[in-house]
């Protein structure tokens, strides 16, 4: 077994970890479960580059590779709609008692700006359409790679979910040091990051539909498909 392979399995056995640690109240477990999510994410990319750089490609690591970036995914949006829930989707209460709905953006001059379960979803179910699509696709011996937009779309995913991490660790600091959240310092800090997370989720969204819809028009479809000019 390889060093990307081995990579790509901590990736999948750290996945989990990184959810469970953002629910444990305590600033110094969710500034850490920050810190996990950006080793997990930027270890997304090196395994690949590394693989291809040292001759590594394994029939494993393209098996397990995908697995590890939508389990990661999982793992990482729920723990986000649990502490980011609206109210009336109260039924995450039961996973996090007393935190439920407790850490949603909060925008300036806007209010709350919480993670409601359609997006969740939307962002899920592009991509199991997208591996399915594939996966049919290359039947046809059609190859699909990322496209501009796609990969527009996993840097503006990864930054909403990297912010939102952050936002659960800075908003449980504040607390625990009992900080004047009323102050010019707090605003300006809390504000760019609400900005930030909120910015990076609309991008995310848009892009996760214009990403797919892309997709579809260069290769229709899995009974008609075709093959773009190089």
């Given at each position: 077994?390889?060093?990307?392979?081995?990579?790509?399995?901590?990736?999948?056995?750290?996945?989990?970890?990184?959810?469970?640690?953002?629910?444990?109240?305590?600033?110094?477990?969710?500034?850490?479960?920050?810190?996990?999510?950006?080793?997990?994410?930027?270890?997304?990319?090196?395994?690949?580059?590394?693989?291809?750089?040292?001759?590594?490609?394994?029939?494993?690591?393209?098996?397990?590779?995908?697995?590890?970036?939508?389990l990661?995914?999982?793992?990482?949006?729920?723990?986000?709609?649990?502490l980011?829930?609206p109210?009336?989707?109260?039924?995450?209460?039961?996973?996090?008692?007393?935190?439920?709905?407790?850490?949603?953006?909060?925008?300036?001059?806007?209010?709350?700006?919480?993670?409601?379960?359609?997006?969740?979803?939307?962002?899920?179910?592009?991509?199991?359409?997208?591996?399915?699509?594939?996966?049919?696709?290359?039947?046809?011996g059609?190859?699909?790679?990322?496209?501009?937009?796609?990969?527009?779309?996993?840097?503006?995913?990864?930054?909403?979910?990297?912010?939102?991490?952050?936002w659960?660790?800075l908003?449980?600091?504040?607390?625990?040091?009992?900080?004047?959240?009323?102050?010019?310092?707090?605003?300006?800090?809390?504000?760019?990051?609400?900005?930030?997370?909120?910015?990076?989720?609309?991008?995310?969204?848009?892009?996760?539909?214009?990403?797919?819809?892309?997709?579809?028009v260069?290769?229709?479809?899995p009974?008609?498909?075709?093959?773009?000019?190089?």
């Amino acid at each position: 077994m390889n060093l990307p392979t081995l990579i790509t399995i901590a990736r999948i056995a750290l996945a989990p970890v990184v959810a469970w640690l953002a629910l444990v109240p305590s600033a110094p477990v969710r500034f850490g479960a920050f810190l996990l999510y950006l080793v997990v994410a930027v270890s997304d990319y090196w395994d690949g580059y590394l693989a291809r750089t040292r001759g590594e490609v394994s029939d494993l690591g393209k098996v397990l590779d995908p697995l590890a970036d939508k389990l990661f995914l999982v793992c990482v949006l729920a723990a986000m709609y649990v502490l980011q829930a609206p109210s009336s989707e109260s039924w995450a209460s039961r996973v996090a008692p007393g935190q439920a709905g407790a850490f949603p953006f909060r925008m300036p001059s806007v209010g709350s700006v919480p993670l409601p379960l359609w997006i969740i979803l939307v962002v899920l179910a592009r991509e199991a359409v997208m591996t399915v699509f594939r996966a049919l696709m290359q039947r046809h011996g059609i190859v699909i790679g990322a496209s501009r937009s796609a990969k527009w779309k996993t840097g503006f995913q990864f930054t909403w979910m990297g912010t939102a991490y952050f936002w659960f660790f800075l908003w449980t600091w504040a607390a625990a040091a009992r900080w004047d959240t009323a102050t010019a310092g707090w605003a300006v800090l809390s504000g760019f990051t609400a900005i930030v997370g909120t910015g990076a989720m609309v991008g995310a969204v848009v892009l996760t539909f214009w990403s797919l819809g892309e997709y579809f028009v260069r290769y229709g479809s899995p009974w008609a498909p075709r093959r773009p000019a190089a």
